[in-house]
């Protein structure tokens, strides 16, 4: 059974920065691409940031190119955001994700994951 935790959600102020975390139990970590996304009261899930299942490519939702960060550590089983300069349009609860395709390039879509963890809150007061 795959579960994701994440973690590190918070209230901040806008223009700062907050890590979120991603833990995946089992021994698979390392053969799935990672994805997160974010859903606001009212508005349907976005893509956020998403890396393959090797780390070797990256993608990234138009409106935080440049802001935000994601990358893994498969000896942790944890996959990572930075969110750097952070405005209250990123309020939103945050979503990790996993998919087991071992594909190639990053995956954009929800339908694509097969896992999801419970979310967490990511408020940015202005």
């Known amino acids: 059974q795959v579960q994701l935790v994440e973690s590190g959600g918070g209230l901040v102020q806008a223009g700062g920065s907050l890590r979120l975390s991603c833990v995946c139990s089992?021994?698979?970590?390392?053969?799935?691409?990672m994805g997160w996304f974010r859903q606001a009261p009212g508005k349907e899930r976005e893509f956020v940031a998403a890396i393959t299942w090797s780390g070797g490519s990256t993608g990234y939702g138009d409106s935080v190119k440049g802001r935000f960060t994601i990358s893994r550590r498969n000896a942790e089983n944890t996959v990572y955001l930075q969110m750097n300069s952070l405005k209250p349009e990123d309020t939103a609860v945050y979503y990790c994700?996993?998919?087991?395709?071992?594909?190639?390039?990053?995956?954009?879509?929800?339908?694509?994951?097969?896992?999801w963890g419970q979310g967490t809150q990511v408020t940015v007061s202005s």
């Open positions: 089992g021994r698979t970590f390392s053969s799935f691409g």
């Open positions: 994700a996993a998919d087991r395709g071992r594909y190639t390039t990053v995956r954009l879509t929800a339908a694509d994951y097969d896992y």
